[in-house]
């Protein structure tokens, strides 16, 4: 009796261990499918910013670069076996470094992310660069670089042309020496160059991958420049048969009603066309703007940055079925 009770308590022993066994491989598989398709996604992701101008370094928090990715035309300050293994501060000019130190700074902190324009000399040539810097887990940096020199050019001519025009303006009619209908025509140059600000500053639309565009806005948003917004996100919707809108407003400064109720028209006009549109860098003084003015997005998606936006299309965009016209 006492041989039947020790073989049952066994076989209940081995049973326990063939269920922890079963379990622990169903662990490991579901493991092993999350890990491939995160490598699944990281490729597809490098593959997109390989043939992308900016550039994408992974950093330490100290700002030790330990990886990158950029596209074989764009140019280095240095080659990567100058900045691989070192601290980005001790690679560029000390000036320079010394931003990057309390902008990397700023990115370990409490805030989470920061940005930072700078110039180098290229060549003999003064490039200017906006950096984006973001926390990453623990103990990592992502920083995302983008030549901007050309964007800062126009803006820098647009702006000298607008303090000429509005010194002549006050000179002339301090002066009172130009008459009632030159000075209108002055004021409307002003008012033209300063149109021509909010044009030199903002980006259009941009092919991010097969069926996913991206729209950074920069600047204010008036009714003219919403009535050119939307016209110009329904015709690339259509031309590319774009699946994914990625509409970033990081940089702009503020919303009003006609704003708000642009952004809301661009979301209900996209969703008409079978897209899904995604809006990224919504600041929180914009956001409690929006909730103030009671800005229906109909469900839109949100997300913190444009990176994060490509992030989630690239996700789901093999699930999602694209509307062919």
């Known amino acids: 009796m ?3 009770a020790t073989a049952a308590r066994l076989r209940a022993e081995n049973d326990e261990l063939r269920a922890r066994v079963a379990r622990l491989e169903r662990e490991a598989a579901e493991a092993q499918r999350a890990t491939e398709e995160r490598l699944k996604l990281a490729a ?3 593959i997109i910013f390989r043939g992308m101008p900016d550039l994408f370094f992974q950093l330490r928090l100290d700002g030790t670069i330990t990886h990158f990715l950029a596209s074989p035309t764009t140019p280095l300050y240095v080659e990567p076996e100058f900045f691989l293994g070192k601290r980005m501060q001790d690679v560029l000019p ?3 470094g010394a931003q990057f130190e309390a902008t990397f700074a700023t990115a370990a902190g409490p805030a989470g992310k920061a940005r930072l324009e700078y110039a180098l000399d290229m060549g003999g040539e003064t490039e200017w660069y906006e950096a984006r810097v973001i926390r990453v887990g623990e103990d990592g940096l992502i920083k995302v670089v983008r030549n901007i020199t050309e964007q800062r050019r126009d803006r820098e001519a647009v702006l000298r042309l607008n303090a000429e025009l509005e010194a002549r303006v006050a000179e002339r009619t301090a ?3 130009v008459a009632a209908a030159e000075h209108v025509a002055l004021q409307q140059q002003v008012i033209e160059a300063q149109r021509a600000t909010l044009l030199a500053l903002s980006t259009p639309l941009v092919p991010i991958a097969r069926h996913v565009v991206a ?3 920069v600047g204010d948003v008036d009714a003219d420049r919403a009535g050119r917004l939307l016209e110009a996100i329904l015709e690339g919707v259509q031309a590319r048969r774009a699946a994914f809108v990625l509409l970033d407003v990081t940089g702009v400064p503020r919303v009003d009603e006609v704003a ?5 028209d661009v979301t209900r006009a996209v969703r008409l066309l079978g897209a899904e549109l995604v809006l990224t860098g919504i600041k929180p003084e914009v956001a409690r703007v929006l909730v103030e003015l009671g ?3 109909g469900g839109a998606q949100t997300l913190p940055s444009l990176e994060h936006g490509i992030a989630y299309a690239m996700r789901s965009a093999p699930t999602r079925k694209v509307r062919m016209w």
Not at 260 to 264: G, I, K, S
Request: proline share 9%.
């Open 295 to 297: 800005a229906d997005f």
């Open 2 to 4: 006492e041989e039947t």
């Open 44 to 46: 597809a992701l490098e």
């Open 94 to 96: 000390p000036e320079v």
């Open 215 to 217: 729209v950074p806005l």
């Open 175 to 177: 002066a009172l020496e």
């Open 260 to 264: 708000a109720r642009a952004l809301a």
